[in-house]
């Protein structure tokens, strides 16, 4: 039980039990000091306990006066903050989560430092909902920001991968077609893109598999004869999004460009007529 007191005019407390018998005991209260608890109508003197009658004495007789209402508790104002900004960081997103999330921690836990200090203090329950929402809201950003930041950077990664693959499919493709041009079996013009694949398959120069395992029908051939310079263009792809370009010559020079970058300097490379 928790009791208030009113000494000379002075509001105290409230103290358990415990700590008004031993204020009795050691005379810091008296037996005539009002007193009052929850569920009493008025203010009554502790002799009137009766489980504080045996150290305060009898009861005197009841005082006229009115009853006095106990003080209100006062709720802690870092705890309102806390749970203010806690919620805020939740219904804010990314950036917004965070700037918010951040103050509403560092509120709670200074909160409910003061409030177990202080025990006349309320508002622990706003304190410990203000962490747990600030909390919440810090996690915003591990969760939605940075995988946002590192898809593109693994999209990219994926892109240059496939660009690479591209190329070498792109130096074995030029290696059987200077095997072929050695063996008397091409001369660099084609009708088609369908008549060269015809030639190296049909001679036995690559496996229909191998070369399908090379991605052919995704390079273009350009249409190059022996007379042709090295800086000519023989091979060309594009990327799935269009945004680098693989170019191999003839001369077995490759790169991988991106818009607005040039390939191998100026002048470009001659471009021949590529095969369909």
Known sequence: MQIFINKNG??????PESKVAEMLKSGQLAATDLAWSEGMETWKPLSSFAQLQSIAGGPPPLPGQPPALPSQRK??????WALALGIGSI??????????GLPAVICGHIGLSRIKR????????MALAG??????????????????????????????AKATQTLSNMRSIHLVLQQAEVDGKSSGKFGSKAELEKILVENNY??????KRLQFDKISVGNVSAEDPADTILLQAKSENGRSTITFLKGGDGRITRPGQ????????????FLE
């Open 118 to 125: 202080d025990p006349s203090l309320d508002g622990k329950g």
């Open 75 to 80: 709720t802690e104002p870092l705890s309102i």
């Open 10 to 15: 002075n509001q105290l407390g409230p103290f």
């Open 206 to 211: 690559i496996a229909a598999a191998d070369l």
């Open 262 to 273: 040039p390939a191998f300097g100026r002048p470009p490379p001659r471009r021949p007529a």
């Open 131 to 160: 962490l747990i929402t600030g909390y919440i809201g810090l996690l915003v950003i591990p969760l939605a920001i940075l995988p946002a930041l590192a898809i593109p950077a693994i999209t990219q990664a994926m892109e240059r």
């Open 91 to 100: 219904v804010g997103c990314w950036i917004g989560g965070f700037l918010a």
